[in-house]
């Protein structure tokens, strides 16, 4: 899957899923800019591995980090333009940045539901917005939103998570529409349980794994990379009929919920 000469802006790229997606555009010969909070992961064996810019570099990829808060409009527009300056242009918008607050409806304060709300929906809102033109401008746009199998089902203690992945999914259909006539697709990503930062306190816990083994009809889980190649791919050429979709990566979770 070439993507040699495009350029591709993930949000959240320096840990996690945002990192393999990050990777493999770079694998692929794509310039990336990595965009997130913080550059150096959470993680240890992350940390330990490096950042992502200088794994991206070892592989002789070109990468850069922009300091980028997602979930607020004069950062986003930052990274935007230096994306742009720095490359001249971009193909590929990864709206990957993401974050977990447990809770019930009940449970969560209202500056727990605004938070969640802003990182992982308005945020898609910001930087689409941002992106647009030069997604325009490029000959085979991009756009590809994380979303999760949380999308399709209600699950425990997550109210917000459950509730902003949904309407990732719909914006992704919706955006499908506006972008469609430009030549840009659009596609939603649903991973099931893949280990990170995010999700190492469900898969630390013995009774939460459990249910997480049970679930996952595959002998493994997924790593950060195998949804990097699925971002590759739907970066490609080769999905350019595929448009306004949401798709599970997830070693068939939903098929036995
Ligand atoms: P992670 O915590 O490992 O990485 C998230 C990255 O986003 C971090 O680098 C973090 O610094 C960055 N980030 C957080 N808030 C940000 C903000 N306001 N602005 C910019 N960057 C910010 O999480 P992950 O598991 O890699 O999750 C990535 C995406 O995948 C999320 O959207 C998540 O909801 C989704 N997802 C994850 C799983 C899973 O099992 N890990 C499953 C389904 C969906």
Redesign the pocket.
């Known amino acids: 899957m070439d993507l040699t000469g495009k350029t591709a802006l993930v949000?959240?790229?320096?840990?996690?899923?945002?990192?393999g997606i990050a990777i493999e555009l770079a694998r692929g010969g794509a310039n990336v800019v990595v965009?997130?909070?913080?550059e150096n992961?959470?993680?240890e064996a992350e940390r330990n591995r490096g950042k992502t810019v200088d794994i991206i570099e070892e592989l002789s990829g070109d990468a850069l980090f922009s300091e980028?808060?997602?979930?607020k409009e004069a950062s986003v527009e930052t990274t935007v333009n230096k994306t742009v300056s720095e490359y001249g242009g971009l193909d590929i918008l990864v709206n990957?940045?993401?974050?977990?607050v447990p809770g019930s409806v009940t449970e969560l304060d209202r500056k727990d539901w605004d938070k969640i709300t802003e990182?992982?929906l308005t945020?898609v809102y910001l930087t689409t917005k941002h992106a647009a033109t030069h997604l325009y401008g490029s000959d085979a746009g991009r756009i590809i939103n994380?979303?999760?199998?949380?999308a399709f089902e209600g699950t425990p203690q997550g109210a917000g998570?459950c509730a902003t992945?949904g309407g990732v999914v719909n914006l992704t259909r919706q955006l499908a529409v506006d972008f469609g006539p430009e030549g840009t697709t659009v596609n939603a990503l649903?991973?099931?349980?893949?280990?990170?930062?995010?999700?190492q306190g469900t898969f630390d816990d013995p009774e939460r794994r459990e249910i997480y083994e049970e679930h996952v009809l595959l002998p493994y889980f997924g790593e950060?990379e195998d949804v990097g190649q699925l971002a590759r791919f739907l970066a490609s050429d080769a999905a350019r009929y595929i448009t306004g979709t949401a798709i599970p990566i997830d070693g068939g979770w939903l098929a036995s919920r």
């Open positions: 949000t959240g790229g320096a840990a996690g899923i945002g990192r965009a997130d909070v913080r992961p959470k993680l980028c808060d997602v979930g990957n940045a993401g974050i977990s990182v992982n945020s994380l979303a999760s199998t949380a998570y992945k649903c991973p099931g349980p893949i280990y990170t930062s995010m999700s950060p």
